[in-house]
């Protein structure tokens, strides 16, 4: 495991409800297991030593996590620091191009006349060395292996259908897309490191310094509270 990896995720708070988009690093996780936050939404629920935390879901978490991305026309997120230019022509607006890519994104002419100040936000922020949990999307519309890619990488940021009625966002690095990941497999290939306890759950046993028999009614957030103790940390 690659020692203090950050991974980009959506705090939970203490009633469960969705907090900032941050980080948590990978050398804190503990267990994963599957939330259902709503309805026809299963997605990892990230147990660390420091707070629970789940993926993006939203281009709103992302935006509010992703300090180097703006939404300048629409609905979807620009990585402003790959910016290279701006062509402005007979029309409201522009178009942005990325260094040493192809791809054009629109920018409208209210972003456009304050895009010196969007700029300077951008490019002032903390340099990203975060990560994204998922796996690049396949032409088959499949995805491939899961694992980690880089933020810094990605020029844009929207949202697609991975299945019926279900949008995630999907990262795009201008010849590649990649998607969040959601499932235990997706979580097992990322994380192979961890134990499979039992369905739907993997436990990072490098923290665990002894198992306990207990009350089988305790969900992994009650557990992990009253074993606190017991972790390796």
């Known amino acids: ?72 026309d629409g609905s979807n997120l620009v990585n402003i620091s790959l910016v290279d230019k701006i062509i402005t022509g007979d029309y409201t607006g522009g178009q942005v191009t990325f260094k040493n890519k192809n791809n054009k994104e629109s920018i409208n002419a209210s972003n456009l006349s304050r895009w010196k100040q969007i700029y300077k936000d951008a490019i002032s922020a903390e340099r990203e060395l975060r990560y994204i949990f998922g796996a690049e999307i396949l032409k088959t519309g499949k995805s491939a292996e899961n694992g980690f890619f880089k933020i810094s990488d990605m020029i844009s940021v929207d949202m697609w259908e991975q299945k019926k009625n279900y949008y995630v966002p999907r990262f795009n690095s201008g010849d590649k897309s990649y998607g969040i990941g959601l499932t235990v497999q997706a979580c097992k290939e990322a994380f192979p490191y961890l134990y499979p306890a039992y369905k739907d759950t993997l436990i990072n046993l490098s923290l665990v310094s002894k198992i306990e028999t207990g009350s089988d009614t305790l969900s992994w957030t009650e557990k992990i509270r009253a074993c606190r103790i017991n972790l390796s940390c």
């Open 1 to 72: 495991m690659e020692d203090g990896k950050r991974i980009l995720a959506t705090k939970l708070l203490s009633d469960n409800a969705l907090g900032e988009c941050s980080f948590f690093r990978e050398n804190h996780l503990v267990v994963i297991e599957l939330w259902k936050p709503k309805s026809n939404y299963h997605i990892p629920l990230f147990h660390t030593l420091y707070g629970k935390f789940t993926v993006p879901t939203t281009l709103h978490e992302c935006l509010s996590g992703l300090p180097t991305f703006a939404n300048l």
